[in-house]
């Protein structure tokens, strides 16, 4: 520097000169790439491109200050420089380390093409590699955690992680949506809706399930009056949709509504797979399941500012959004919650239409395709096996006193002792959700030898804790009495992972058990049914939740309700 200051040729820069500099500089960079590239084929340049792109997807650079050279002629005409200075690009290769995965991942996508249909042969050999192992898609590492230890940990970690559903979830069911926040935030909300499933919130809402049930059963011995054995599960993704959204919103929405979210929820099931495309392009899944979406929560909270309405003039609550804005006008008015406020402590706060919406949303989300695969398997179950079904009725109408027609009520379903057990044995052997998505917030050393970097996706795995054979006895075959008194799953609590564990387990576990029990007793009463087997019905559907690979075929009949079991 000292001899360019010295020279006579020397002239100093001048204040604009200096700040045109940088873009004079990257134009006759280009202008240098330019006529280097004058002398090379297209395909040079392509497959250039190709082996570059591919070793950055695959590889860790961390090139503080170091060099990349790449030749692309022999006569080294053209000489790329690429510095990446004081930055470290995590890849795939060095986010494997130690665990269970492929050496190397198919460029850029992954395993995105295999996913499309995914099977559930291929998510059990991934579970029985290892407690660890990995996938890459669209540059998202992915770690399973497939032992019952290994995820309760990520469950009961929220330091590290956060549930993430998948990459397009936050634009579907909105970033600032509740499932989403973490902290004081997050307990502001559990503060207000833990109530919203407790038994005295639970007796309110069954009059307006029992409703549903009725008008889907007729349904269901309208369609089977050919006695032609028809596929239904479809037909129990609509009876668990329209029972949630009765049992959420109650009658403030519409029956029009109700119909044109059940048949069209599947598209938001369809936009929040496991692995989907992550940009929302107009006619694709997740083009449809956001419009889909948009309509729900724009329905949602036309119903919040009606019962809004309703719980000031006085009303009796007849759903959930009732109890929750009744909660919400108790809190505002009563002593506790202006000493909470005093005392800087998480209280039930007034939330908007907006909020209410969203967090109900997420409700119907949880609930709905968790229900029909539950539901699938339930009705498919009892069919295959009329010694439980006998067992069933039995108990229905002793809980009825011999009233077949009785109402239910919460002393009825106490007493549901066999049919509870057969529903939580349905839940283990068949678990609807079989992982959860969660974001690693920062880096998390989920085991001593290994550590999930910031950023990559963690996933706990449900099912093999719930098929343990050290935990269960015969854990491929189906057991209700293992539920009764003295059976060994009622002890094995660590392993009853159904609903999740930690602080995001879910808020509605009873409530969907107690779903469960009065569908399929009320069913049992006043309906036979007959399930006609493929080859295909004990084959396991992967979709969001896992199906009857036939999609379980059915035939419906009308019952004497006083007939003998």
């Known amino acids: 520097m000292d001899e360019i200051a010295n020279s006579s040729t020397f002239v100093p820069t001048s204040a604009v000169s200096s700040?045109?500099?940088?873009?004079?500089?990257?134009?006759?960079?280009?202008?240098?790439?330019?006529?280097?590239?004058?002398?090379?084929?297209?395909?040079?340049?392509?497959?250039?491109?190709?082996?570059?792109?591919?070793?950055?997807?695959?590889?860790?650079?961390?090139?503080?200050?170091?060099?990349?050279?790449?030749?692309?002629?022999?006569?080294?005409?053209?000489?790329?420089?690429?510095?990446?200075?004081?930055?470290?690009?995590?890849?795939?290769?060095?986010?494997?380390?130690?665990?269970?995965?492929?050496?190397?991942?198919?460029?850029?996508?992954?395993?995105?093409?295999?996913?499309?249909?995914?099977?559930?042969?291929?998510?059990l050999a991934k579970w029985n590699s290892g407690p660890l192992s990995c996938v890459s898609v669209f540059h998202k590492f992915v770690v399973i955690a497939s032992t019952r230890d290994l995820a309760r940990k990520v469950f009961n970690s929220p330091g590290y992680v956060s549930p993430c559903v998948v990459d397009v979830a936050k634009k579907i069911l909105r970033p600032e949506n509740w499932v989403f926040l973490d902290g004081r935030a997050h307990v502001e909300y559990r503060k207000g809706l833990n109530g919203l499933f407790s038994r005295q919130a639970m007796g309110i809402y069954l009059p307006g399930q029992e409703e549903i049930y009725d008008i889907y059963f007729k349904r269901w011995l309208e369609l089977s009056k050919e006695g032609k054995p028809i596929p239904f599960m479809s037909e129990f993704r609509d009876i668990n949709c329209a029972v949630s959204l009765r049992t959420f919103v109650g009658h403030y929405i519409s029956d029009e509504a109700v119909k044109e979210i059940s048949e069209n929820y599947y598209k938001i099931t369809a936009a929040l797979e496991l692995v989907n495309f992550p940009i929302i392009f107009p006619w694709t899944k997740t083009w449809y399941g956001k419009k889909c979406a948009d309509f729900v929560l724009n329905e949602f909270a036309a119903c919040a500012a009606k019962?809004?309405?309703?719980?000031?003039?006085?009303?009796?609550?007849?759903?959930?959004?009732?109890?929750?804005?009744?909660?919400?006008?108790?809190?505002?008015?009563?002593d506790a919650a202006k000493v909470a406020a005093a005392k800087g402590l998480p209280q039930i706060r007034e939330f908007s239409d907006m909020e209410i919406s969203m967090t109900?949303?997420?409700?119907?989300?949880?609930?709905?395709?968790?229900?029909?695969?539950?539901?699938?398997?339930?009705?498919?179950?009892?069919?295959?096996?009329?010694?439980?079904?006998?067992?069933?009725?039995?108990?229905?109408?002793?809980?009825?006193?011999?009233?077949?027609?009785?109402?239910?009520?919460?002393?009825?379903?106490?007493?549901?002792v066999y049919t509870r057990a057969v529903v939580k044995e349905q839940l283990r052997y068949r678990p609807p959700v079989i992982m959860v998505p969660y974001e690693v917030k920062k880096s998390f050393q989920i085991t001593p030898e290994y550590k999930v970097p910031k950023g990559?996706?963690?996933?706990?795995?449900?099912?093999?804790?719930?098929?343990?054979?050290?935990?269960?006895?015969?854990?491929?075959?189906f057991v209700p009495e293992r539920w009764l008194e003295g059976g060994e799953a009622e002890a094995a609590k660590k392993n009853w992972l159904v609903f999740g564990a930690g602080p995001h387990v879910c808020l509605g576990q009873s409530y969907a058990i107690m779903n469960f029990m009065a569908m399929i007793g009320k069913a049992s009463l006043h309906m036979d049914w007959e399930h006609h087997a493929t080859s295909k019905s004990e084959d396991i559907k992967v979709f969001a939740t896992i199906f009857p690979e036939d999609d379980c075929f059915l035939v419906f009949k009308e019952r004497d309700p006083y007939a003998p079991a």
Not at 308 to 333: L, N, V
Not at 367 to 392: C, E, G, N, V
Not at 462 to 475: F, G, K, R, T
Request: with cysteine.
């Open 307 to 334: 019962s809004r309405i309703a719980m000031m003039e006085g009303k009796e609550p007849g759903c959930t959004m009732d109890s929750w804005i009744k909660s919400m006008i108790e809190a505002k008015e009563s």
């Open 19 to 123: 700040t045109e500099q940088p873009f004079q500089t990257l134009v006759e960079g280009f202008e240098t790439i330019g006529k280097t590239l004058e002398g090379l084929s297209g395909w040079q340049i392509f497959f250039s491109i190709v082996i570059l792109s591919i070793t950055y997807d695959q590889c860790l650079f961390s090139l503080s200050s170091l060099p990349l050279f790449c030749k692309f002629r022999r006569d080294a005409r053209l000489l790329i420089y690429i510095r990446f200075a004081d930055s470290r690009f995590c890849r795939y290769i060095w986010n494997k380390g130690s665990i269970v995965g492929p050496f190397l991942k198919i460029p850029f996508m992954g395993p995105f093409l295999e996913s499309v249909n995914p099977k559930f042969s291929e998510y």
């Open 456 to 477: 990559a996706m963690v996933v706990p795995t449900i099912y093999p804790a719930l098929h343990d054979p050290e935990v269960y006895n015969d854990p491929e075959s």
């Open 360 to 416: 109900i949303f997420t409700f119907l989300f949880a609930s709905q395709d968790a229900s029909s695969s539950a539901s699938t398997w339930q009705f498919q179950i009892m069919a295959d096996r009329p010694d439980i079904m006998k067992k069933i009725r039995e108990e229905q109408l002793r809980v009825r006193d011999g009233d077949p027609h009785k109402r239910l009520d919460l002393d009825m379903l106490d007493k549901m």
